[in-house]
């Protein structure tokens, strides 16, 4: 599966911004979806996870009650609502997908990524 992820830019802290990540390929709804972020000098971190059918969801625990991951597969995308942005959250936002996994938050459960989209929240 091909992923495209888009939606980032230059927000105030406090901003909201919704990325979406674009799949093509095999069936969308074949896969198990994931938002990660790197900021610059650090690891990629886990943001959120989302199930095939889009019933259950998974998140990190700084992203809980801001964040909100959802995935249309009527239209091969995923979302991810950010609220309440803060500086920290500034980062190249990653969407990937996997077959399964036994470990959402895990990098190595994931197959596919797509090429990133920056979000830059200022102070």
């Known amino acids: 599966v091909q992923l495209q992820a888009s939606g980032g830019g230059l927000v105030q802290a406090g901003d909201s911004l919704r990325l979406s990540c674009a799949a093509s390929g095999r069936t969308f709804s074949s896969y198990v979806m994931g938002w990660f972020r790197q900021a610059p000098g650090k690891e990629r971190e886990f943001v959120a996870a989302?199930?095939?059918?889009?019933?259950?969801?998974y998140y990190a625990d700084s992203m809980k009650g801001r964040f909100t991951i959802s995935r249309d597969n009527t239209k091969n995308t995923m979302y991810l609502q950010m609220n309440s942005l803060k500086p920290e959250d500034t980062a190249v936002y990653y969407c990937a997908a996997g077959e399964r996994w036994l470990v959402p938050s895990s990098t190595t459960e994931y197959g596919s990524w797509g090429q990133g989209t920056l979000v830059t929240v200022s102070s």
């Open positions: 989302i199930t095939f059918g889009g019933g259950r969801t």
